[in-house]
Each structure stands twice: as structure tokens, then as C-alpha cells.
């Protein structure tokens, strides 16, 4: 008897209204634990001076590039991280700039129980600070959302709120997108199917540049998924809806905005 395949992603839906998600997905109990074990492993890693996980550094990439540069021309650098977790990117932040973290403001915005988490994590050290709504005014240097805005329903209306705070640079990173016409599909996770938007590149990288910024680069992201770093696994979806791999977008502000 063969073992039937694990499909990731499933189904092709117009929105979210359409897709029939179940369960808590990534507030759930067991998104939670996984991602404090990863997020203990890198905290415990960046302070023996362990090489922290390649799919992490991966997934985290053009922060460190970004905030060592502008450290090198001002003396602090304020960063807001949306969605981001138990703080997992603090770590390869930290060991790539090392002594200058110091001069970095981290703000994290998630979800309560995250949240609390996340600061007991990093209790008693320099770390990120956890709040779980957006600031209601204020700039920032840089703004991140990484692995989040695909999961929004309204993406856009969250995207008006960042760029609001008028970042030099603003990093979406881990993004489903390709030249495809966007679609909703339903990752499986445990006991959850989650929402995800899979979008069109054009569309979402122009929507970006419509409020003030350019996009300065774009890199694929090779993450581990199901044990193998590599193309996504999308033999289930007809060629034209695939993407091999999730991609890294890097904006500046324009100068006249």
C-alpha cells in the first residue's frame, strides 16, 4: 500500500469567504509550542555562539544586511517587526551585528499570548519588545512583515497601516507570490487549514510602490518545508498556479514621498 502524499496546500479559492478554513491555525497551541522550541534554540544558539539554523538565517536574510547598514551612518536604528513571532529574526539580527544590537529598538507586534511568551523568553536580557497592537503614531528606520501578509484577508489595508510609519526600508519577506492571478488556497497545519493568499507579483509589488516606495531588490528564499530545502511542494496545483520558491522584497522609500 502506498502512503499517501502530504499535501501542503490545497484547493484554489476567489477569497477568503470561499475557503473553508478549520481550527485555531498559527494562535493555536501547537504552532506555540513548535515555534518556542525554535525560538529557544536560537536564543540558547546566539549566546554559546552556535551557528544558528540555515533555514532561519534564511528566512531572515535582508534584515541584518539593512540595519548594519544604516547603524553605520546613525547611532540608533528602530525596527518594527509585524507578525513576528516569538522573535526568531532577533537572534540573526543580533549575531550579525554582535556588540551593536544595543543601538537597535526591536518592537514586535503580535497577538497577546504570543506576546507574553515572547517576553518571558527574552526576560531580564536585551531582546525585542512584544506588544500586540500596532503603535498609533511614530516613524520607524525599518518595518519588516515576514510569512504574514499572505495569511491577512485584507492585505491591503494592513500594508497602508505600515507604510504609515514611514520607514526608510521596509522588508516583506517569506511571500507566496508569482505571475499567476492571485488565488486563496488553505495550507494544512496539524489540525488547522489556514487562509493563505497566494498573489500576483505585479500586482502586490505595484500596490507597494503606490504608496512611496521602490522596490530595490527581490530574492527567492529557499526554506526547509517537510524536511527538504528545495521548490515547494505544488505537484497537486495545475504548472501555472506553482511557485518553486517564496520570495524576499526589499523597498526603499522614494525620495519625494
Not at 501555472?240 to 514621498?257: C, D, E, G, I, Q
Amino acid at each position: 500500500m502506498h502512503k499517501k502524499k502530504f499535501k501542503i496546500w490545497e484547493g484554489v479559492y476567489t477569497s477568503f469567504a470561499d475557503a473553508p478554513a478549520v481550527g485555531p491555525g498559527y494562535e493555536g497551541a501547537t504552532w506555540r509550542e513548535r515555534s518556542l522550541r525554535s525560538a529557544r534554540d536560537a536564543v540558547a544558539k546566539l549566546a554559546s555562539g552556535e551557528t544558528l539554523d540555515y533555514s532561519l538565517r534564511q528566512r531572515n536574510a535582508i534584515m541584518p544586511v539593512v540595519v548594519a547598514m544604516l547603524l553605520s551612518r546613525q547611532q540608533r536604528v528602530s525596527v518594527l517587526d509585524f507578525g513576528g513571532g516569538l522573535g526568531t529574526a532577533f537572534p540573526v539580527l543580533a549575531s550579525a551585528v554582535g556588540g551593536d544590537i544595543g543601538r537597535v529598538d526591536y518592537r514586535i507586534v503580535e497577538v497577546e499570548s504570543i506576546c507574553s511568551a515572547g517576553r518571558e523568553l527574552f526576560a531580564g536580557g536585551k531582546g525585542p519588545r512584544f506588544e500586540p497592537e500596532l503603535p498609533g503614531g511614530g516613524a520607524f528606520d525599518v518595518v519588516q512583515a515576514a510569512s504574514s501578509l499572505q495569511y491577512i484577508e485584507d492585505w491591503r489595508g494592513v500594508l497602508r497601516l505600515l507604510v504609515g510609519y514611514r520607514a526608510q526600508y521596509l522588508i516583506l519577506g517569506d511571500l507566496l507570490i508569482g505571475g499567476f492571478p492571485s488565488y486563496v488556497t488553505l495550507q494544512n497545519y496539524y489540525e488547522s487549514r489556514i487562509r493563505s493568499w497566494f498573489l500576483n507579483a505585479k500586482d502586490f509589488i505595484g500596490e507597494v510602490e503606490s504608496h512611496g516606495y521602490a522596490l530595490a531588490l527581490r530574492s527567492e528564499c529557499d526554506t526547509r518545508v517537510l524536511g527538504v530545502d528545495g521548490p515547494l511542494p505544488m505537484d497537486n496545483f495545475p504548472p501555472h498556479l506553482r511557485v518553486a520558491r517564496t520570495s524576499h522584497l526589499l523597498f526603499a522609500k522614494t525620495p519625494a514621498s
